[in-house]
């Protein structure tokens, strides 16, 4: 064990590989100092986990019907109760971490290289390219997200495949912002003009140089983002536009439950603690990977 | 001589401050409109088509493009769109059968009046709650008041409504439920601005003006929740920036009492920033209304929207997009210029 630490914190490391697992893992050893993004870390483990193995933990199917026991309150059998058509919520609940998961990811996926390839284009050519794609930026990002995505969902028709694709429309901007920041800080630094010197191209140049350099800011701002993100897809099933019944989509669930809100309370409060336990696991996280990665921002906000 | 020039130069800073915000302000505005115009033209499958039919003939399927003006260009389009905006001209709601402007104009103080109480409630337990966390930093007082902010970011406010309902409404009987008065008290008084309680308040009508109180305090408590977690959040991060200067040390060596320290020497430099954060969470909560309106049966912008988003009453969707966003930017703008108006720093 020790010889693997001493490996991993050498201060001359013989390989690429070592220097970066090195450096993952004193940022870990930091991370685990910090008790609530330990909180947060553990929160989102358990989702990925509840995803992967919702069919061993949940004890009934998503969609399985039992009309015999509609509407019955939280029980032994039924941790969260069953829902209007006998549905096990807890079930349902497990299973709805994989939706979730689904979408924080792919929205991830989709709007974070895309604000950071414009910031990253923006903040290392200057000039005109700069100031056409920063108006632009600046457009989305001073306009209210949760009605942008409304109104891209409207037009695009309900579902939920359509609520990710405007989730993700309204959240490029704050990237490009933040990647455009960072290559402007170094934009004009030795190593950059080396590499236009030995004949480094553009495309290579922002690829292999600046990219790799804007994500652990990147990185950061996404954790902390995951928290609206899941906030707005559940806004979007709640209303109608986002998941459709059956999935169990937490904010659809909650959205089923208010028929019954007085008399039979947890069929929509349970997905509710499911939603904040997650944002919260997020919010967590995110505020620890700042302190770690990005000690600029530490302290503030 | 030199207090002239210093004038003359802070006027000069002014203005150029006024005329950037009127350009940017402008420019967003057509930004805004552009991306309404392309949801509405451009994305949904086919405009001509959903007003006359699939079973239309060629003939009529043409000359009722020519009647909406989509066989012009796009850009030609889309200025006669922005001079349409312009002129108040939002198109007519398939729903209420009414323009979309008038609707508008209508449903608006409703959620003024209910995003209004809700920051008021927001900057008067945000602010103090963000001195007190940070005049105790570290203790676990902080540490409350730091989860409570981040819940602030973690709860969906539908589900804190719907909770609230059932909680302050149906089990306590504190406050009355959803919708603005109570039905027999509907219509009583004449709506002259369309507030509520100031119709009420003008009318003298003291029953209508507790009833629409009643109402109105729990789903504007609610939306100030979620403001008081940020304000909270901004004045503590503020009010440490101040604290850490030595000028406060200074002040407690000198022998000035903690409560002067914190309220005079650490609170007045951070007023002006705070304006900005306060003018961010008031755009913040027209947004987040949408979702309480929505829970609350609230008459409002927020209602009005989601309700056409259910019929794909898109004339009425873009209009109150267009309006909500608008008014988002404006605040945004303004508070942005004010501060770098009353910014002693730019003196």
Redesign the interface.
Known sequence: MTTVQNWLLDDSPNSKIQANLGNSYRMFRALMRNPLAVVGGVIILTLVLAAIFAPWIAPQTPLGQDLGARLLPPSAAHWMGTDELGRDIFSRVVYGARITLMIVALVAIISAPLGLLIGAVAGYFGGWIDKILM??T???L???????A???????GPGIENAIIAIAITSWPAYARIARAETMTFRNSEFISATRLLGGSHTRIIVRHVLPLCTSSMIVRVTLDM??II?TA??LG????GAQPPLPEW?AM?SRG?TF??DQ?WV??MP?FA??LV??GF??LGDGLRDVLDPKQG??? | MSTNTSKTHRVKAILSAIGGFVIVTL??FV??M???FF??RV??IDPVLSVVGDRATQEQYDAAKIAMGLDRSLMVQFIAYVGDVFQGDLGRSVSTNRSVASDLARVFPATLEMATLGIAIGVGLGVPLGVWAAARKGTWIDQIIRVFA??G???????LG??G??VFY?TLDWVAGPGRVDIFYEGLVEPRTGLMLVDAALAGDWQVFWNALDHLILPAAILGFFSLAYIA??TR?FM?DQLGQEYITTARVKGVSEWRVIWVHGFRPIRVPLITVIGLSY??L???S??IE??FSWPGIGNY??VA??N?D?NA??G??LV??AV??LI??LSDVLYRILDPRSR
């Open positions: 108006g632009i600046d457009v989305f001073s306009m209210p997200k949760l009605i942008l409304l109104a891209f969902v409207a037009a695009l928290a609206g906030l559940a806004g709640f209303l109608g536009l904010g909650i208010r809100i007085l309370w929509a409060t509710g939603i904040i944002s919260l919010c967590f302290g503030k906000s | 420019l967003t930004g805004l552009a991306i309404t949801i509405g994305i949904p981040l819940l970011y973690s709860v969906p406010a539908f589900w719907l909770v309902l059932v149906a959040r901004m991060s440490l755009a913040a027209l947004e987040g949408v979702m929505t829970v929207l989601t988003l259910l794909a898109m969707v873009l109150s997009t909500i966003g988002f930017i945004n703008k």
